[in-house]
């Protein structure tokens, strides 16, 4: 399982993913979730995904191997909008799932598999989509301006009180962080590293780029002061009066 979350506000882009695909008491593997197409003043595109990871890894190949191969007129480093974008993605996620699927289900194998694709394109705005594992999309708006894919439960309560369109990105990072966290403490199939990705409207360039270790400093600071903070506003809560 793993957890990725993406925001589209209005000063920029947060992209955050986990890098845990299994887990058990003997065997936790790790494989980056994210994948960054940039090339600075013309686009910046960052893609996360969950599920099945040999469905989404071939995904991803085949919108390289489009780019290498240059037979199509249209690809990731062509594409004239995130629109476009979005809906390579799914054309490459369901010929993988077309060609694999049925081997798949043959072994109880689950080739499902979800994206999260956002950035920007010189000459529009900054996009953010979610793509199913059928290939159809759908793209954030100013009321709903995050996505959640893979294990989402957990940390969506504090985004859904804290973030919205006007949030700043240093505040939506801080989020972004403690999102993972509860997530983390509460399901053992999320894990460390996180890779996390900010990204400024209008700059066609990547702002900051970080891979999240067990020991970084800040993320054991956040650890340590959520928790203690909410225990701390959970004892200042009145007691209920019907008791």
Known sequence: MTYCVAMSLDAGM???SDSRTNAGVDHIARFSKMRVFARDKDRVVVTLSSGNLSVTQNAINILEQQARSGES????WTAKSMYEVARLLGD????VRARDGPYMLQN???ASANFIVGGQVQGEQSRLFEVYSEGNFIEATP???YFQIGESKYGKPVIDRVVHRGTTLLDATKCVIVSFDSTMRSNISVGLPIDLLVYETGSLQVALQRRIQEFDPYFQLIHHQWGEGLRRVFAQLPDPDWL
């Open 73 to 76: 007129d249209v690809n990731i």
């Open 108 to 110: 109880n194998i689950d």
């Open 92 to 95: 490459a996620l369901r010929e």
């Open 143 to 145: 009321d709903t301006c």
């Open 14 to 16: 947060i992209f955050a």
